[in-house]
């Protein structure tokens, strides 16, 4: 039986391609919001849902970093996705034909070059994937959308132009989440995801991130964030390689709790491999 994978956006997004590639032989399950895709899997409706946390251009992903901890659900796995903009069109239109592009404004603006070396008129669209699809409905070919490969696939579109994005290292990490962990074995590359608050000691944090160093546990992210708009109430978010279980991340753990009033694993997961 197919699982369902729940993922923001309509079908043919970015998160849609995230989705298929941690979950290739699942059905996809498009939510209207990220609020909506986590429901679903702590209802139950989906299996995994797959979120994206950071994109290499535009930094995090605010909205997951404040939802995903007090979800209650468990981080399973990672995946990178390089970000390839794509000219689509109704099949039989041609570069001659087009004369406007539609899409998501961040999408627009990454492809600045291409629209200017076409003179093309930009309209913006609500999302990449909702673009390609209007201009499927719309069937004029004097306007293309820029989306996803995979979002041509969806709505039966041509891909007129491969790659045309500014930046060529435009990438996005995704996550997946499921209602119960699975911790992977020791050894191999794993990530283990957490979240802490310091206590309101003179330098707190500096002495509870002490234990990374000495041990020698590599920190590969740290991220604070006020909890409850407060300006006093401050969480840190961190992302370390290595398994709770490896001698060196429990001596740092210990010494970050002494530190800490709060302290909370979000994930223990195979690590992922950027640019695949």
Do not use: W
Request: charged share 20%.
């Amino acid at each position: 039986m197919r699982r369902k994978i729940a993922f923001q956006g309509e079908p043919g997004a970015f998160s849609h391609a995230a989705a298929h590639a941690l979950f290739p032989t699942d059905e996809a399950l498009p939510c209207l919001t990220f609020e909506d895709t986590i429901i679903a899997v702590q209802t139950g409706t989906a299996e995994y849902g797959v979120v994206p946390v950071e994109n290499s251009l535009y930094g995090r992903i605010t909205d997951i970093y404040h939802l995903l901890p007090e979800s209650g659900l468990h981080i399973t796995g990672e995946h990178f996705l390089r970000v390839e903009m794509n000219l689509l069109a109704v099949p039989g239109a041609t570069m001659a034909d087009i004369k406007s592009v539609q899409s998501l404004s961040v999408a627009l603006g990454q492809c600045r070059k291409f629209i200017g070396q076409h003179k093309l008129k930009t309209i913006n669209g609500v999302d990449t994937a909702g673009s390609a699809r209007e201009v499927a409905e719309r069937g004029d070919k004097s306007v293309a959308a820029i989306a996803s490969r995979l979002a041509a696939e969806v709505y039966g579109l041509t891909v007129l132009a491969s790659n045309i994005e500014d930046a060529a290292h435009n990438t996005t990490r995704f996550l997946s989440i499921a209602r119960h962990p699975e911790e992977p074995p020791q050894g191999g590359r794993v990530k283990t995801t957490f979240v802490f608050r310091v206590r309101n000691v003179p330098a707190a944090l500096y002495k509870a991130m002490g234990g990374f160093a000495t041990n020698g546990v590599n920190m590969t992210k740290l991220e604070s964030y006020m909890l409850d708009g407060s300006f006093t109430a401050t969480q840190f978010y961190a992302d370390i390689e290595g398994h709770p279980s490896d001698r060196a991340v429990q001596l740092a753990f210990e010494e970050l709790k002494f530190f800490t009033d709060q302290f909370r694993i979000l994930g223990v997961y195979p690590a992922g491999t950027v640019g695949i």
